[in-house]
Structures are given as structure tokens and as C-alpha cells.
């Protein structure tokens, strides 16, 4: 299928989708404290740290345009992975950890049919900690040209908010944006038995561009 992102210029960063509620308080906090710090010392004091707070919100929000890579199975996140586990089911698990600051929007690994969509509460545990394992998450399926494939947002200590973007029955290329994972987390990619990773601990990957799997 062919990429429905590559038409976008190159290098444009937008802001993602579902970063409102906590950066427009945030810009509209720094945008009225300057407009006031002439004639306010208090209001200049605020000033300062709310412009950088907001000039930091606006660098996570940020959603880059990407040239989406060729490759069955493409990386869903920016980030570093943390861990390549076998599952007992033959699978195999790519996690991939996310820090605040890596762009948080996540793209869809292959072109297919998004089959479900699953909210599970949890806790707040750093999502590089073991026990993340119970963190709040969004579990992902896709029916895909290798059949299903799994992938799970996992909320980390400081995100608490996880937006996904599509629904069941979603149709998805390769590499079009999913969701957003609000401020630090993790994402794992279950590929299916017989299909190698090509990446390691370690290595760092880029949402949309980054292959996960070898030929």
C-alpha cells in the first residue's frame, strides 16, 4: 500500500493531537504573565518560568512530519529499546522506552485493519521499571498482512494520559499516526513467530522510520 504521510513536506513539525489540555493553560499562563510584567513584579516573576515551561511544552507536543520507511514492520515509537523478549506463545517482544524527550506521537507498524482498541487501568510505575508490567495501557491489534500484531502504549510515572486517535475497525497505513502517550512511557511490539529482529538493546529508533523486523 502506499504511505499516506510522504506528501507532507519534510522537516514540518505540527503540534500532536490531544496536547490542549495541558498546553494551552500553560502558553496562556506565560502569554498573560508577560503582557503584565511591566507594570508587575509578581507578574514578572512568573513570567519567566511559565515561558520556559510553556517553550517545554510546546518541544514535547511536537509532531514531526516523517518519511515513512520501507520494511514489513516498521518502529511504532521514538525512542530506545529497552528490551527484545521471547513470548511463550512464539512471539517475540520489542519494548521500546520512551523519555521526555522523544516525540510522543506513536505511528502504526504495518498497513492493516485496526481490529481492537482496549483501555486497561493501572498504576504509574517508571515504565522502564519491571513492574510496569501494570501500568495503565492501551492494548492494540491490527490485522495485518502477517496476521495479527499486538502493541501495547504503557503509561510511565509522569504520563497519565494515553489518546489513542483511531477505533476498531480503523483502516491504517504504514506508518499513520495512532496516538499520543502524554510524557514519558513505554511501547512494545509483539512481532509474530519466524519474523527476526533486526534491532537491538540499546538502539535507539524513530516512529515511522526505524525496521524492526529483518528480512
Known amino acids: 500500500m502506499p504511505h499516506s504521510q510522504t506528501s507532507a513536506p519534510r522537516g514540518r513539525v505540527r503540534l500532536a493531537r490531544g496536547a490542549s489540555p495541558w498546553l494551552l493553560p500553560t502558553v496562556a499562563t506565560a502569554a498573560v504573565s508577560l503582557v503584565r510584567s511591566r507594570r508587575s513584579r509578581r507578574a514578572a516573576a512568573i513570567a519567566v518560568p511559565a515561558s520556559a515551561l510553556a517553550a517545554g511544552m510546546l518541544w514535547f507536543f511536537r509532531d514531526p512530519e516523517r518519511e515513512i520507511a520501507q520494511g514489513r514492520v516498521i518502529s511504532p515509537a521514538d525512542g530506545v529499546v529497552q528490551s527484545i523478549m521471547p513470548w511463550k506463545d512464539g512471539r517475540t517482544r520489542v519494548a521500546i522506552f520512551m523519555s521526555p524527550l522523544n516525540v510522543h506521537v506513536n505511528r502504526a507498524p504495518l498497513a492493516g485493519t485496526v481490529t481492537s482498541v482496549e483501555h486497561i487501568p493501572g498504576g ?8 510496569s508490567e501494570n501500568n495503565e495501557r492501551v492494548v492494540w491489534h491490527f490485522d495485518t498482512e502477517l496476521g495479527d500484531i499486538e502493541m501495547v502504549q504503557i503509561a510511565g510515572a509522569v504520563a497519565r494520559r494515553i489518546v489513542p486517535y483511531l477505533s476498531q475497525g480503523a483502516k491504517v497505513e504504514q506508518g499513520d499516526r495512532i496516538g499520543l502517550i502524554r510524557f514519558g512511557s513505554r511501547v512494545d511490539i509483539y512481532l509474530p513467530e519466524g519474523v527476526d529482529v533486526a534491532v537491538e538493546v540499546g538502539q535507539t ?5 526505524t525496521r524492526i523486523d529483518r528480512d
Open 205 to 209: 529508533t524513530t516512529a515511522g522510520v
Open 124 to 131: 504509574f510505575v517508571p515504565a522502564f521499571n519491571k513492574e
